[in-house]
């Protein structure tokens, strides 16, 4: 049986090198990391508050006698310590599904805080071996969900379209009630923890008719890759096919690529959501991979 220990910043470059070769092809693709180098995986990892636990990251792995590198699986929490989320895992060898890879989900699960209560990940659908892992450990799978990606160059706010501004504290109770409306409360981040999330790096902008939000749009940065998310993007049903939704993200665009200068912005979206999609494509995302999200409740 290989060791089976957490990684320590001693680990980064080996960690680093086997995620890269591996997420490259679909069928080891874990979606969650999408950084496409080892260089890129070293610039994030390396940040002390990023790794190894520091700011809520762990990895653990699996070496041989010798201290090589066969297979790695990582962890996220988010900052109040409710929900995670898995990068991988990546196995080098098809041999190593039966007994390392559950031994390294162990070993993260006992990392976690008592007060986590979700966990989940997100593999390409090519990635048959790690989603059969996953769903033998627990995990339930969820539909398709495309993944869209929007490049910095050659971006530019189409004319006449009006910024719209960060949501108000008088439009906060709204917000909420919006949020729960349109995204189930068991499968999305509770509005209250968006609110309070806010900082440099995650920012809520709305759409609004005096005191009534018609809608709003929640964008963060990601370190891996480096890149803008449109995270949530709701409009009041009333409110609809008026172009309102076309604003908001491209609000949020325009603070990913102007405001903090990011290469790149992505989002998800599920598979039959067709007029979603539409305003997406419109706006210059275009298809990067069709992933699987699959959940773990652990409490």
């Known amino acids: 049986m290989p060791d089976i220990r957490l990684a320590v910043p001693s ?9 890269a070769r591996l997420n490259a092809a679909p069928a080891d693709q874990s979606l969650h990391c999408a950084a496409r180098t080892a260089a890129a995986l070293r610039a994030t990892l390396s940040n002390p508050e990023d790794f190894p636990g520091g700011w809520h990251r762990s990895f653990a792995v699996a070496t041989d006698a ?6 790695v699986f990582g962890s996220q929490f988010d900052p109040e310590g409710t929900l995670g989320w898995l990068w991988g895992p990546w196995c080098a060898a098809d041999a190593l599904w039966a007994t390392v890879a559950p031994a390294l989900l162990r070993t993260l699960l006992a990392c976690l805080p008592r007060s986590v209560h979700r966990i989940d990940a997100f593999l390409h659908v090519e990635n048959r071996q790690g989603l059969r892992f996953l769903q033998a450990n627990g995990f339930s799978p969820g539909p398709p969900t495309l993944l869209y990606v929007a490049d910095r160059t ?5 004319g006449k379209t009006t910024l719209l501004p ?3 504290p ?15 409360v068991h499968g999305s981040t509770p509005a209250q ?3 309070d999330g806010r ?22 940065v990601n370190h891996a890759p480096l890149e803008g998310f449109v995270d949530y993007l709701a409009v009041r049903s009333t409110a609809r096919g008026h172009g309102i939704g076309s604003k908001l ?16 912005t992505a989002l998800c979206v599920t598979q039959w959501r067709t007029d979603a999609r539409r305003l997406y494509e419109k706006a210059g995302f275009s298809l990067q991979a069709t992933g699987v999200a699959v959940r773990r409740l652990l409490q």
């Open 193 to 195: 923890l968006l609110l």
């Open 166 to 168: 960060a949501l108000r």
């Open 170 to 184: 008088a439009h906060e109770v709204a917000f909420a009630r919006l949020h729960a409306d349109i995204f189930p």
């Open 11 to 19: 680990d980064l470059p080996a960690v680093a090198a086997l995620i």
């Open 199 to 220: 900082d440099d790096e995650h920012a809520i902008f709305a759409a609004v008719d005096g005191l009534r939000l018609l809608g709003s749009v929640c964008v963060s």
């Open 154 to 158: 050659g971006w530019t706010l189409p």
């Open 249 to 264: 993200l491209q609000t949020a665009l325009h603070w990913a690529f102007e405001t903090r200068r990011l290469p790149q």
């Open 66 to 71: 010798n201290g090589g590198l066969l297979a």
